[in-house]
């Protein structure tokens, strides 16, 4: 069974810097709409970022343009997360998700395939 396995999570101080890596381990997800998403406790799952299945094309949470950006390497099956200037707010587990399409989106339930996620804290 396909699988997304997320790493590069850990502790970062605030106005740091964090890179999320997601190794796919098909090489179908090469063509799939992914995104990535977070989750704090006590709240919903919500959307970070989303890139397209065919194309370069990205959305990125508008409270998070300027500081987060999502990409991938399509040879490697791989999605990023670059973070900077990260606050504590930022601290959530972060998911890896993949649609079985192609067109990006922001809901989390338009995602079937999911990471077991990374812990990301910010604090000084």
């Known amino acids: 069974q396909a699988s997304l396995v997320e790493s590069g999570g850990g502790l970062v101080q605030p106005g740091g810097s964090l890179r999320l890596s997601c190794a796919a381990s098909?090489?179908?997800?090469?063509?799939?709409?992914m995104g990535w998403f977070r989750q704090s406790p006590g709240k919903e799952r919500e959307f970070v970022a989303t890139?397209?299945?065919?194309?370069?094309?990205?959305l990125v949470a508008d409270s998070l343009v300027g500081r987060f950006s999502i990409s991938r390497d399509r040879f490697k099956s791989v999605l990023y997360l670059e973070m900077n200037n990260v606050q504590p707010e930022d601290t959530a587990v972060y998911y890896c998700a993949a649609r079985n399409a192609r067109v990006m989106k922001r809901s989390v339930s338009e995602y079937v395939h999911w990471g077991q996620g990374t812990q990301v804290t910010v604090s000084s």
């Open positions: 098909d090489q179908s997800f090469r063509s799939l709409a």
């Open positions: 890139i397209s299945g065919v194309s370069s094309a990205t």
